[in-house]
């Protein structure tokens, strides 16, 4: 027999069970008979590293697909990563400017090479890190959002939607983010709330000393003002209308428009209006045919067109141009003021509104061709757990905004349009696909010569959009693409793969990638992309602060799992984390984690340090404490069964860990366990040994999703194993009927050995002490079916019936029956009777609490039936253990 360690070490056995379960193919996944089960990772971006948030949401990943392996289902989690565009393009920028070298003295081409470069050295970095935390996935299936197969997908993808005509090109106003110089969308800005300034700005009225004043938060877009805006209706400026003002400093005359827009009651009641840097100005602007000046640079300073302050940054000119305004006399006061500040979810600069040409998907026109993208969430054909989340899905789905999809970027797939030297352009796959659109296009007008539509127009320049697309326009595909749809829509393993089961991922992502997979699925498979939505809640600390590295309060996570172990560190992560609910961690829960593993590899010590009679049968009590625990674990079985079927987590941690730690090991072991005798090696019957073997693999078969590598160590050294065997491909356990009236009557029984345990502990009387149980009445049935084992875990000398209270004997009820500890001659019986007298007080202040609710007209006209019911009974037990308290005092001698 191997050798068993005294204390669990999962430095030897973490990688030992991962490069054995790689070997073997553990994770590997082919289209066969079985049912299919299948997840796709959260593609993580290509610059990350391990944090918390993945930590809980690859454990959860985890946890859910080797269930279902172990369910026999053929289980699928397809691994990969994200390109992601702005955080990828700023890590290659800064490693060329460590070198020396600029962005714009590279080629495109060389640039993207540089970029291929850091990728794979840096890219795989989180994937390997996962592995360390367990993670089961198929790793021969992991993808990438630029593999060549991949871009193909985005750029065909494009195209279709196009033609289609839910993609267009337009002017807009966009989210600029200056530091990362390029359009953002709008789910991909943050808004915060900031301390900011109101400054109050007099303009002079044009041929008059009156002067007009506004309100605003940005004073160095003074220099793009085209108009002020004022309410028609408004009495205090009927004297304004068809009159213009002075743009401070450069002296632009500017028009005063009306419109009622504009709001009586707030601010001055007078609004700038600057069309280049305001959404709600551009559209005024429209509407009055204002001119559009756009004084600012893509890097946020500012250009030739703001006449002043030229080349110096937007932040810096407020700050200066508001101390000239002062200076000059044109402010008339400056107010602290709260405001919503957008910033870039990447690069955290202010972000921009601007007014640019970009790519954008018709959202109103997507989700109207393909209203089941609403509907199916609603109607639960999609679940969201919690469902919660399904109302902020509809209102997002309701108030649905186009999505500018194109970024200012070279690292992504680019664009497949094509543009010639006159402004128009074509959307195709090649610059000759390109080029052949484009002779059409001017045979029709008669620009160009028939006979070149024949040599497909190779002689006509074009010149490829220089943008990308926005990551999450690629990563919408990835429950299709990594299963090859692109190449064959209807290929083997999209059939069987597709759609897949259950994802796992943050709610702050449901808008930016959950519902446009939903959008893709439908589009392109005319199904749901998967069943089942699990929405992680965000990790902070335990007083409630997100972690990050700004706060100093987030761990790396691989010294935690070196320090407490993978398992411990999945237990700690799954401990308090319902689902869509944020978790406050604490690392003590890790070193709980830890602690139960230690808990479970000392129970199996104990286990194997004894010695087997296999020609002895089963004691009694052995025999009911085999028939108790095959009841409690498959009253677990059935329980674990529908807390994950309703994707409650943390409840189901939670009912493995009460079975393996109290019902198997604080009560079960107990039961069973030899008697020692002191020089003598404990000898248990062979009956017994082998039904707690087979509850040891079924407990730890139940506790592998959350600990795959202590149960597949302990699993191992119960017994020989052939090569390829291993827990995790062994059989979930099935739910056999129960007793319910067994599993009562244990719970009585528990109550009694308690309260034995808690009499001794309270009289500070040693565990070997023999004490006397008397049970008033004969002992029935139910109760002498456990007999045995009170005795044993009582270390009692006797269990006998009595008509009459026991004198000078500590008393108490469990279940409807009543109890006698009689007492030792070292029990201080004035100190009991002190203390029952103290219980008696105790109770009877419960009693006139509820007597007094029982007792209100209002409570009772109000209350539900079920609440009347409770407090009935509370009101009999209280009186039921007062009348018992009084006798057993009245007994004291």
């Known amino acids: 027999m191997t050798e068993i360690a005294k204390i669990y070490d999962p430095k030897l056995t973490e990688d030992k069970w991962y490069q054995q379960w790689l070997a073997n193919k553990c994770f590997a996944s082919k289209p066969d008979n079985r049912i299919p089960f299948t997840i796709v990772i959260p593609p993580p971006n290509v610059t990350g590293v391990l944090h918390m948030g993945h930590m809980l949401n690859n454990t959860i990943q985890d946890v859910l697909i080797r269930k279902a392996r172990m369910e026999g289902k053929n289980a699928c989690w397809v691994p990969g990563t994200d390109h992601a565009s702005i955080a990828t393009e700023a890590k290659v920028v800064q490693m060329l400017r460590d070198q020396g070298i600029k962005k714009s003295d590279l080629t495109r081409d060389e640039f993207i090479q540089h970029a291929h470069i850091w990728k794979d050295k840096y890219g795989g970095i989180i994937l390997e890190q996962l592995k360390k935390l367990g993670a089961s996935c198929d790793w021969d299936r992991t993808d990438f959002t630029m593999n060549d197969h991949y871009t193909e997908a985005v750029i065909d993808v494009f195209i279709d939607l196009y033609e289609k005509g839910l993609i267009y ?20 800005v943050l808004h915060t709330t900031e301390n900011s300034k109101l400054y109050y700005v007099k303009y002079k009225i044009v041929d008059s000393n009156d002067f007009i004043t506004i309100a605003t938060t940005r004073p160095e877009t003074i220099l793009a003002d085209t108009a002020i805006c004022i309410n028609p209706t408004d009495e205090r400026f009927k004297h304004l209308h068809g009159k213009k003002a002075l743009v401070p400093f450069i002296n632009r005359e500017i028009p005063v428009i009306l419109d009622e827009y504009v709001s009586i009651e707030f601010g001055t009641g007078c609004l700038k209006v600057t069309p280049a840097h305001d959404a709600n100005d551009y559209a005024l602007g429209q509407k009055h045919g204002l001119e559009v000046i756009d004084i600012l640079n893509e890097d946020g300073t500012l250009n030739l067109k703001a006449q002043l302050y030229i080349g110096q940054d937007r932040f810096e000119v407020r700050k200066q141009i508001a101390k000239d305004l002062e200076a000059a006399g044109h402010i008339a006061k400056v107010e602290e003021y709260q405001n919503q500040v957008g910033r870039s979810e990447r690069t955290n600069a202010i972000i921009e509104p601007r007014l640019s040409l970009q790519w954008f998907v018709d959202m109103k026109k997507f989700v109207a061709k393909n209203p089941q993208v609403v509907t199916d969430v609603v109607e639960d ?58 002779a059409y296009d001017r045979a029709k007008i008669k620009e160009h010569p028939i006979e070149n539509i ?13 943008d990308v697309v926005d990551t999450w326009f690629s990563s919408w595909l990835w429950p299709l693409e990594v299963f090859g749809w692109n190449k064959d829509k209807e290929n083997k393993e999209l059939k069987y793969y597709y759609p897949t089961n259950d994802l796992v991922t943050a709610p702050e992502i449901m808008f930016f990638w959950v519902m446009r997979m939903i959008m893709a699925g439908y589009e392109y498979k005319g199904e749901k992309p998967f069943s089942n939505v699990y929405f992680t809640g965000i990790v902070r600390d335990k007083i409630g602060r997100k972690m990050s590295k700004q706060f100093g309060n987030s761990p790396d996570p691989l010294e935690l799992m070196g320090k407490y172990s993978a398992d411990g560190v999945r237990v700690g992560m799954l401990l308090s984390s319902p689902a869509g609910n944020d978790l406050l961690f604490d690392e003590g829960l890790c070193e709980q984690g830890r602690n139960f593993a230690n808990k479970v590899w000392n129970a199996f010590r104990l286990v194997k340090g004894w010695d087997v009679d296999k020609k002895a049968t089963a004691s009694e009590g052995n025999k009911q404490a085999i028939a108790w625990f095959d009841n409690r674990i498959n009253e677990s079985v059935t329980e674990l069964n529908d807390l994950y079927a309703k994707f409650r987590m943390n409840e189901a941690l939670h009912t493995t860990y009460k079975l393996v730690w109290d019902d198997f090991c604080a009560w079960y072991l107990e039961m069973i366990k030899p008697e020692y005798t002191e020089g003598k090696t404990s000898v248990i019957d062979g009956e017994t040994y082998e039904a707690t073997l087979i509850y040891f693999e079924k407990v730890l078969k139940l506790m592998h999703p959350f600990m795959p590598f202590i149960t597949e160590e302990i699993w191992h050294l119960i017994k020989d194993r052939k090569d390829n065997e291993f827990i995790m491909l062994s059989e979930w356990p099935v739910a056999k009927e129960t007793s319910p009236a067994l599993l009562e009557q244990f719970k009585t029984t528990e109550g009694v050995i308690t309260e034995i345990r808690n009499f001794r502990s309270s009289k500070g009387m040693s565990p070997k002490e023999k004490l006397q149980l008397f049970v008033k009445g004969e002992p029935n049935i139910e109760q002498k079916v456990f007999v045995p084992i009170v005795k044993k875990l009582g270390n009692l000398i006797g269990l006998d019936g009595t008509d009459v209270k026991v004198e000078n004997s500590y008393g108490f009820i469990s279940g409807n029956t009543e109890y006698f500890i009689p007492f030792t001659a070292s029990v201080d019986l004035k100190a009991e009777s002190a203390r029952i007298q103290k219980e008696i007080e105790y109770n009877q202040g419960f009693l006139k609490s509820v007597m007094a609710k029982l007792g209100n007209e209002k409570f009772m006209a109000n209350a539900k039936p079920e609440v009347v019911v409770i407090e009935t009974k509370k009101k009999e037990d209280a009186e039921s253990k007062i009348k018992a308290l009084k006798e057993q005092l009245g007994s004291l001698k």
Not at 413 to 425: E, L, V
Not at 454 to 465: C, F, P, R, S, W
Request: aromatic share 14%.
């Open 169 to 188: 090109r337009g002017l807009r106003m966009i989210n600029w983010d200056p530091a990362g110089k390029t359009a953002l969308s709008d789910e991909e």
């Open 381 to 438: 054909k999609i679940r969201f757990h919690p469902p919660k989340f399904k109302n902020t899905y509809k209102h997002w789905m309701d108030n649905i905004r186009d999505w500018c999809i194109s970024r200012q970027l070279w690292w992504g797939q680019r664009i497949p349009a094509w543009y010639d030297d006159k402004g128009n352009f074509y959307v195709a796959k090649t610059l000759k696909e390109a080029q052949k659109l484009a």
């Open 454 to 466: 024949y040599n497909d127009g190779e002689d006509i320049v074009l010149k490829q959009d220089e």
